[in-house]
């Protein structure tokens, strides 16, 4: 996926400048976008155990809480993905438009998925108190 909207940002006639704008948001969302699947499998574990708990309101609460956490996940992954698909399909239409609202609205969309997919992973850090390249290294060590 990421390498289609590569290959279709270097083939566009777009600006550099703005070639460079719409790489690095592309990039970026593929990156949260990976950092958000390994934070929807560790919610997934953590409503698991939860589940697997105690019968306290407790471990009832957490699961729940996890649940809700995997549904918002998924919708933000899912919007993401949208995006980052938009990329090449975006970059037909506009050639064919010579339209730079076109660009403009695309670079806008992928930035709001970005700031949307690391509002998500703050969220997850504040509660799980756990980043993606802390797990990263304590799975090395181990």
Request: charged fraction near 35%.
């Amino acid at each position: 996926m990421l390498g289609e909207a590569r290959e279709a940002i270097k083939r566009s006639r777009i600006p550099p400048d703005r070639k460079a704008d719409l790489t690095r948001e592309t990039r970026d969302l593929y990156d949260n976008i990976t950092k958000g699947v390994w934070k929807l499998k560790r919610v997934r574990r953590i409503r698991e155990l939860a589940m697997k708990g105690s019968a306290s309101a407790n471990s009832a609460g957490i699961a729940r809480e996890a649940s809700d956490m995997e549904s918002r996940l998924l919708d933000e992954l899912n919007r993401s993905l949208d995006a980052l698909l938009a990329v090449p399909a975006s970059l037909m239409k506009l050639e064919m438009a010579a339209d730079d609202q076109v660009i403009d609205r695309l670079i806008t969309n992928l930035d709001e998925a970005n700031l949307r997919m690391k509002d998500l992973a703050d969220a997850y850090e504040e509660v799980h108190g756990t980043s993606y390249s802390q797990s990263q290294s304590q799975a090395a060590h181990r």
